[in-house]
Nanobody
């Protein structure tokens, strides 16, 4: 199984930046789709960005142009650079690893504990 540990969350003012990092351990990292999701109080978890080992990136319009996802297969890490943060983006940010070809919610869909990002107005 995969174990994920996030870091880098914190408190920033509107317009500030944070860089989140996720360290993965377990099976071969390059076979997993890595991603970041966030969940605000009272809201459903939503996609922030995903990045396959081959470079396929998915970023929703809400963060496009401000957030950048990257991964380092050699060190089993994935990062999320967040710029121009908005108060509505206050949420717990979760690192996700899903084995390529496995559906969401399967035993090969892993989540970290999450890291809190708070954007003050």
């Amino acid at each position: 199984q995969v174990q994920l540990v996030e870091s880098g969350g914190g408190l920033v003012h509107t317009g500030g930046s944070l860089r989140l990092s996720c360290a993965a351990s377990g099976p071969v990292f390059r076979f997993y789709i890595m991603g970041w999701y966030r969940q605000a109080p009272g809201k459903q978890r939503e996609l922030v960005a995903t990045l396959e080992s081959g470079g396929d990136i998915k970023i929703p319009d809400s963060v496009k142009g401000r957030f950048t996802i990257s991964r380092d297969n050699a060190h089993n890490t994935v990062s999320l650079q967040m710029n121009t943060l908005k108060p509505e983006e206050t949420a717990v940010y979760f690192c996700n690893a899903r084995l390529l070809g496995s559906p969401s919610g399967s035993l090969d869909d892993y989540w970290g504990q999450g890291t809190q990002v708070t954007v003050s107005s």
